[in-house]
């Protein structure tokens, strides 16, 4: 079965701090892609960055960027001088293609609610 | 250029009705999936709707089904609701294979 799994259920750090979330996965797929999604209390989903697995180099997008060690199936995200507006539940996810061509299916995990304090 | 759109924002029903939500994927995009968020957890995947034929499905039973019309928008519907089907519904679209779902802002349906 495709798991994610996001250890960290919440964190809280301080404004212009640096913070890292962790998340692994589990597949037998060689290769896939990795997101990590943003959730605010608007509860619209936003894509914060995505990784894919054949790619050696780790996915930037300006202050966010992941660690993406395939061998170990981890996937964290680093954000730097984090700010009040980064405050959102974070959902790291993995795209299973189904026996279907063309078919595919997002993984999530259970999610980080990260606080960003002024 | 539109984004995903879903109706309605907010549902309330009583247990045993039945609902329909509603989706219109992203301007370009011809793939659509739903995913089941319940308070407090990661979305789970519903199924997903390609040429207007669901092209797989996640571990929900036959009270939820869909449809995929010929302009690419899509409806989720639910019979029988039971108390549990409470949760916020999200609609995902995309382009065939390529990445990544674009997410509407999704259904909140409550169960009395």
């Known amino acids: 079965a495709q798991t994610v799994t996001q250890s960290q259920p919440e964190m809280s750090v301080q404004e212009a701090e640096t913070v890292t979330l962790s998340c692994t996965y589990d597949?037998?797929?060689?290769?896939?892609?990795l997101f990590w999604y943003k959730q605010p209390p608007s509860r619209q989903m936003i894509l914060v960055i995505r990784?894919?697995?054949?790619?050696?180099q780790n996915a930037t997008e300006n202050r966010f960027s992941v660690n993406f060690q395939k061998a170990a199936k981890s996937f964290s995200l680093k954000i730097s001088d984090s700010q009040l507006g980064d405050t959102a539940m974070y959902f790291c996810?993995?795209?299973?293609?189904?026996?279907?061509?063309?078919?595919?299916?997002?993984?999530f995990g259970q999610g980080t609610r990260l606080t960003i304090n002024p | 250029d539109a984004g995903v759109t879903q109706s309605p924002t907010h549902l309330i029903k009583t247990r045993g009705q039945q609902v329909t939500l509603r989706c219109s994927p992203k301007s370009g995009h011809d793939t659509v999936s739903w995913y089941q968020q319940a308070l407090g957890q990661g979305p789970q995947f519903i199924f997903q709707?390609?040429?207007?034929?669901?092209?797989q499905r996640g571990n929900f039973p036959d009270r939820f089904s869909g449809h995929q019309f010929p302009n690419y928008s899509s409806e989720l519907n639910v019979n029988a609701l039971l108390l549990g089907d409470s949760a916020l519904y999200l609609c995902?679209?995309?382009?065939?294979?390529?990445?990544?779902?674009?997410f509407g802002d999704g259904t909140r349906l409550s169960i009395l």
């Open positions: 597949t037998s797929e060689s290769n896939y892609y």
């Open positions: 995902a679209s995309s382009f065939q294979r390529d990445q990544p779902q674009h």
């Open positions: 709707y390609y040429e207007e034929e669901e092209r």
């Open positions: 990784q894919e697995a054949y790619k050696q």
């Open positions: 996810a993995f795209i299973f293609r189904g026996a279907i061509q063309g078919a595919q299916k997002l993984v």
